[in-house]
């Protein structure tokens, strides 16, 4: 005989999730004779699924009775899993559409074999109906039973007034040959008793004591949990305030380093407008001291002056570079520096805002908020020339008007 536990638990739960999925592959009240034609099943989605569950019974009678096969249908026994996962995978598609018909075929067969096995091993209950309908006792025999099964249902019925009474007979039985041992023991659990209300005086007074502590230690623990939500309270605000104050001091460093680099740039300012100067100082002396000389010609006096002026532009389109420069820097080093001042001066104006009003709080943080979010980009020209002539072509088309109307007579 062979040990079918774990293939019946493996066949039933195959049969569940076979079920789920005939369950989930299409829904709706009507049959499929309803909604596809006569020469289908009869039944629906829902009602092929519990029909799928019907083995599940026999399964749980077998397990319950602990029932044990023969080594051949033990055999046959372990296929059906592997039918029953066959069929959930390449059977089940064919359900929702006009093959169902024989797709229920197919479903069928594999559960009915099932049942018919598990039948030879299900445990029936003995019924005199049943007796009686195959006729396999004289109808005499068949009368004796009748009595004999009239008398059990009788027994039953009294039985438990029976066992009732039996039980106090035994006890009384068992009480009166205890009964010296009793008295024996009476002592004894008498004595343990006044030990025992001894011992609890002394654990009540040793449990007074400790609920004493228990008080003492409740209050400390609340006077500590006051300190310490306090102790949180601050460490939030100063966490908050650091916080902004780091805020105001990343920008406060933003502001320095434009300022220092705009210090720089007007010292190369310096140096470029110096040059300049000097070029154009020695150049103009040179051009000067050329056109003083008698029968000078023209064309090389030009050239001077051409080589003069090329020479003032260089240090002249620098110094217009460090111009322009300077004045973004200058103007981004005071956006930073506002908003460093913004960013520190917001937590104290925050904490008075709060204790005056919610709202006010709220419009005070949007202010805030506001201005820090200004990127420095919208401070940078979005014009920008190339050379100080476009410069000043740019700045003329302002002064001249594009069309000049010359009066007709």
């Known amino acids: 005989m062979a040990d079918s536990t774990a293939t019946l638990n493996e066949i039933s739960g195959a049969l569940d999730n076979f079920a789920e999925s005939v369950r989930n592959s299409e829904s709706g009240v009507g049959t499929m004779m309803e909604t596809r034609g006569w020469n289908f099943p009869g039944m629906n989605f829902e009602d092929l699924a519990d029909y799928i569950r019907t083995p599940k019974s026999q399964i749980k009678n077998i397990l319950d009775n602990l029932a044990e096969f023969n080594d051949v249908d033990f055999d046959r026994l372990q296929q059906f899993p592997a039918r029953i996962q066959y069929l959930q995978a390449n059977i089940l598609q064919y359900l929702p559409g006009g093959n169902a018909g024989g797709a229920f075929v197919a479903i069928d067969g594999v559960i009915k074999s099932l049942m018919l096995l598990l039948d030879k091993y299900t445990s029936k209950p003995l019924e005199l109906k049943a007796v009686e309908d195959r006729t396999i006792l004289p109808a005499e025999q068949i009368q004796k039973l009748r009595k004999i099964e ?17 039980a106090k007979i035994n006890s009384a039985h068992d009480t009166a040959e205890a009964l010296p041992a009793d008295i024996q023991a009476l002592d004894e659990a008498r004595t343990k008793y006044e030990e025992a209300v001894k011992n ?210």
């Open 150 to 166: 009239k008398a059990i249902i009788r027994l039953e019925s009294l039985k438990g007034d029976l066992d009732s009474k039996i």
């Open 200 to 409: 609890l005086s002394v654990s009540l007074e040793s449990t007074s004591k400790t609920s004493s502590k228990i008080e003492d230690l409740y209050t400390s623990l609340s006077a500590r949990q006051s300190e310490a939500d306090t102790v949180l309270l601050k460490a939030n605000s100063a966490y908050s305030a650091s916080t902004t104050i780091g805020l105001g001091a990343a920008f406060a460093d933003r502001a320095k380093s434009l300022t220092i680099s705009t210090i720089l740039l007007g010292a190369v300012l310096l140096v470029a407008l110096t040059c300049a100067g000097w070029i154009t100082y020695t150049r103009v002396e040179f051009v000067h001291k050329l056109m003083l000389k008698p029968n000078i010609s023209y064309g090389l006096l030009w050239i001077n002056v051409t080589f003069t002026a090329l020479s003032v532009s260089a240090p002249v389109w620098a110094a217009w570079l460090i111009t322009k420069q300077i004045g973004q820097r200058f103007r981004m080093a005071e956006d930073y520096g506002y908003k460093a001042s913004v960013a520190k001066a917001y937590e104290g104006y925050r904490k008075e805002a709060s204790q005056i009003d919610e709202e006010l709080a709220k419009r005070l943080f949007s202010i805030a908020l506001d201005k820090l979010s200004e990127g420095p980009i919208r401070l940078i020209e979005k014009e920008n020339p190339g050379s100080p002539v476009h410069d000043m072509n740019d700045g003329m088309k302002g002064i001249i008007p594009s069309k000049i109307e010359i009066p007709t007579p």
